[in-house]
């Protein structure tokens, strides 16, 4: 009984075998006959899933192409994070003759308006102006110091992280050692000074702004300094 049991799960197993061997074996015969193209996260921005087949079809060649296992997929990955636009590829094979490609988009968290004129990400990667899609960031105006992109992103993270702060920042200097902002709801430019003890800078901007909002001024302010501790300096 036991030498029966035996046979049996061996007949099963290699049963079991020999329809993967034949299924994969059909499937890495036929041709690519079609690309199919997902966008994580917030969907197409700077890209767009005509785009990415062209990219694809330079690379490869017109469709149909060769049998699944002539195409290198890390290959075809690779080739796609080359792009400046895309931060994340995935490719990987669906049944049916189709390609699947998932593309995650680099994420502007500001624009540089210098001489180069340019995006960056959270990570401080380059990514092109695009005549598709205008993201919504703060403008740095100058040329950037390899030196100041720490702190400008060390900047927009302070403002992103708080609720009031983070739709406001519209504008950023660097001028005579000292960063400068614009904020959106108001008129006034805010002195930051250097990236430290943001925290305390901070809540004085928001209680300065808070006042500025319930009481009437006697005068209207073109710049708040904040570099100061313990005091805000109205001018």
Known sequence: MRYKNYLFFVTVFGLILMLAFFSHYKNSGRSIEKIAIEFELNGALFL??????????????????KAKDSLVLSMLESFLETNPYVKNAEVYHFQN??????????????????????????????????????????????????GQKSDVLALIDYFNADPFLMNELASIYFRSESFFIGLRSYGF???????????????????????YDNYKLDKEYSLVNLKYKNQVVGS
Request: net charge positive; proline share 7%.
């Open 48 to 65: 767009s899933d005509s785009l990415v087949n062209k990219l694809l079809i330079q690379k490869k060649g017109v469709l149909p192409w």
């Open 97 to 146: 003759g189709i390609l699947g490609v998932r593309l995650e988009e680099k994420k502007a968290v500001a624009r540089i308006q210098g001489p180069d004129k340019f995006y960056i990400d959270n990570a401080g990667n380059l990514i092109p102006l695009s005549s598709k899609y205008t993201p919504k960031v703060p403008v740095y105006f100058g040329g950037l110091e390899p």
């Open 189 to 211: 430019e805010v002195e930051i000074g250097q990236i430290r003890r943001m925290e305390e800078k901070l809540s004085k901007l928001k209680v300065f702004c808070a006042y």
